[in-house]
C-alpha cells in the first residue's frame, strides 16, 4: 500500500513541476498536494510533518504572487506608468479566464491598453509592453525555479 501513495506523490508532483511552466496547471499547487497525500498516506513518520507541509506552503504562496506580478514588474522597468502597471494585473487576473493564450496575452494587451490610456504614444507603450513579456517570461522560469525547490526540500525531508 505505501507503495500506493508514493507513486501518487510521484506523479502529483511531476504534473506540478510541468504546470510550472504549463500555465494551465496549479503547478506548485500540484507538488504542495502531492506532499499532503504522502504525509497523510504515510503518516509523519515518513519525515514530511507540518513544518515541512507549511513551509511548502509558503512556496506556493510567493509562486502565485510572482505570477501574478511578473508582467507588471517587467513592465515597470521597461518604463510603464502607473497605468500600464494597473493594465498588467487587470489583464493578467482577466487572462486566467481565458486558458494558455489568456496567460500569455492579458498581461501584454493589459499593460498596452493601459498605456494609450495613460496618454503615451504607441512606441513608448510597444515598449512597457514588451517588458510585460519579458517579465512574465522570468515569472514562468521563477515559478520552475520554485517548483524544483519544493521538490528538493521535500526529498530532504523524507530522507533526513
Not at 517588458?131 to 530532504?156: H, R
Amino acid at each position: 500500500m505505501d507503495l500506493i501513495w508514493w507513486i501518487l506523490a510521484f506523479f502529483l508532483m511531476l504534473a506540478g513541476l510541468i504546470g510550472t511552466v504549463v500555465p494551465l496547471l496549479p503547478g506548485t499547487v500540484l507538488i504542495l498536494a502531492g506532499a499532503v497525500i504522502h504525509r497523510l498516506g504515510l503518516g509523519p513518520e515518513t519525515g514530511v510533518g507540518w513544518g515541512t507541509l507549511t513551509i511548502l506552503l509558503f512556496w506556493v504562496v510567493l509562486a502565485q504572487a510572482l505570477d501574478l506580478l511578473s508582467g507588471t514588474m517587467g513592465a515597470k522597468y521597461f518604463g510603464a506608468t502607473r497605468w500600464g502597471a494597473i493594465g498588467g494585473i487587470l489583464g493578467a487576473v482577466v487572462g486566467l479566464f481565458f486558458g494558455l493564450p489568456g496567460i500569455f496575452l492579458g498581461p501584454v494587451a493589459g499593460v498596452l491598453i493601459g498605456e494609450l490610456l495613460g496618454g503615451k504614444g504607441i512606441l513608448p507603450a510597444g515598449k512597457s509592453t514588451w517588458g510585460s513579456v519579458i517579465g512574465t517570461t522570468a515569472g514562468i522560469l521563477g515559478k520552475l525555479a520554485i517548483g524544483a525547490i519544493m521538490i528538493g526540500w521535500f526529498l530532504v525531508a523524507v530522507w533526513t
